[in-house]
């Protein structure tokens, strides 16, 4: 009887014990805009493929917003082009690189008024473009391919979710802009005049995670990437709610959203893997030539190292 009654004494100081443990009640927050290459994190999230109450997809405007709320902490995670990843080294930010999302093969490009037939046309007109990395960068090689100088145009300043209405409402005679955007803008009449698929490579999306958020919830990062992988799969087997739902939730058609994706590359978990690999010395010198464009457009100051940067454990145990 004695044993039992100590047995029981036992129980119930563990569960005294366990019940005055805190509950982390924090909410993963992943940032990220309507870009079609981010759009498996919104999908995953929709299909159910991680707890909400953990985690949380959250979209914004513009890259501006996703860099704001990253360097203050509002999200955790940000789906991040690889020259505002280098944007947010040179802040500071202490932050990981997890995987690779995409590279841009035609998705990032320049749109035009009908009147407007090549890019030496541009010279005196107003050119709408974020003032982000994303957009110097673009901006650069338009000017390089036009022959044209920075000081030959006008650059009108406006974030991702003004691109459509600067251009459609007269403010601007050409905007830089990416998907969904872009087809939105075809389909209207507008002119497309430069895409990425002139500077393969050059443009590539990666997840980048706060330091503090990688070492308190390396479940959850693991959660957001293997959810990411099996929305990706039903993405490009075009499955009919995966994309019916990015087609809802991006404001266009399905196929719209079909041949947007003919124009990202979306790095498999095999590829992924040699991609993280390359990590460390700046994804094989594409930082390098993102770096001194940058610098020479007075984005950065100086360059950054890749050397302490990534974190390819996370897409190896997908990979398991």
Not at 147 to 160: F, K, N, S
Not at 208 to 223: F, H, M, Q, S
Not at 247 to 269: E, F
């Amino acid at each position: 009887m004695f044993r039992h009654l100590g047995q029981l004494s036992l129980v119930m100081a563990l569960t005294v014990l366990l019940a005055c443990q805190p509950v982390d009640k924090h909410v993963l927050k992943l940032g990220a805009n309507d870009w079609l290459g981010y759009q498996p994190f919104f999908t995953a999230q929709s299909l159910g493929f991680w707890n909400k109450s953990e985690i949380s997809v959250v979209e914004l405007g513009s890259a501006t917003e996703v860099l704001r709320a990253f360097y203050n902490g509002s999200v955790d995670v940000a789906a991040l082009t690889l020259d505002e990843t280098i944007s947010a080294l040179e802040y500071g930010k202490p932050l990981k690189v997890v995987m690779v999302i995409d590279f841009s093969f035609g998705g990032d490009t320049l749109i035009a008024k009908r009147e407007i037939e090549t890019l030496a046309d541009l010279k005196g007109k107003k050119v709408a473009v974020e003032n982000t990395a994303l957009g110097a960068v673009i901006l650069d090689a338009v000017l390089t391919k036009g022959d044209l100088d920075l000081d030959e145009i006008h650059v009108l300043p406006a974030t991702y979710d003004e691109h459509e209405r600067v251009l459609t409402s007269g403010e601007a005679d050409a905007v830089i802009t990416f998907e969904p955007v872009k087809s939105k803008l075809l389909a209207s009449g507008y002119r497309e005049l430069f895409n990425t698929r002139e500077i393969p490579g050059t443009i590539m999306d990666v997840l980048a995670v706060n330091e503090t958020a990688l070492k308190k919830y390396p479940d959850r990062i693991a959660k957001v990437i293997s959810g990411y992988f099996k929305a990706r799969g039903l993405i490009l087997d075009t499955d009919y709610e995966a994309i019916s739902s990015i087609a809802k939730r991006t404001d266009l058609g399905r196929d719209a959203v079909i041949l947007g994706y003919g124009q990202i590359k979306l790095p498999d978990i095999k590829e992924n893997i040699k991609l993280m690999a390359q990590c460390k010395t700046g994804f094989e010198g594409a930082a390098d030539k993102l770096m001194d464009i940058m610098i020479a457009r007075k984005v950065i100051e100086a360059p950054v190292s890749f050397q302490d940067v990534c974190r390819d454990n996370f897409i190896r145990e997908v990979a398991l």
